[in-house]
Nanobody
């Protein structure tokens, strides 16, 4: 079992920045990698992957957030971050951290590939 706790959401004006944090615990010494990704969800819509890390060292981003969002991971702190810059109104959503235990992290954006989810943190961007 992996537990995920997100923090850092809030309200910001367009052009502003926020940093989301997701601290993970449990199964970190299972021998499997903890593969992590960030998703967001608009009301009435499916969750969409926006940033993920892969075992190859590559990071993947949804096109609309590339060059504005940065995913990073601190293994010593068991925390993954999402730095969000130049926020836009359309970034308003509930943001989720997701994890899956695997031998190799592919950086997939398919939410069905992830077994563990945080409780979500709301990001609201206003003009």
């Amino acid at each position: 079992q992996v537990q995920l706790v997100e923090s850092g959401g809030g309200s910001v004006q367009t052009g502003g920045s926020l940093r989301l944090s997701c601290k993970y615990s449990g199964a970190t010494d299972s021998g499997y990698r903890v593969c992590l990704a960030w998703f967001r969800q608009y009301p009435g819509a499916e969750r969409e992957g926006i940033a993920s890390t892969a075992s190859s060292g590559d990071d993947y981003y949804l096109g609309s957030v590339r060059d504005r969002f940065i995913i990073s991971q601190d293994n010593a702190e068991n925390t993954v971050y999402l730095q969000m810059n130049n926020l836009k109104f359309e970034d308003t959503a509930m943001y989720y951290c997701a994890a899956v235990l695997a031998t190799f992290c592919t950086g997939a954006f398919n939410p069905d590939r992830y077994d563990y989810w945080g409780q979500g943190t709301q990001v609201t961007v206003s003009s």
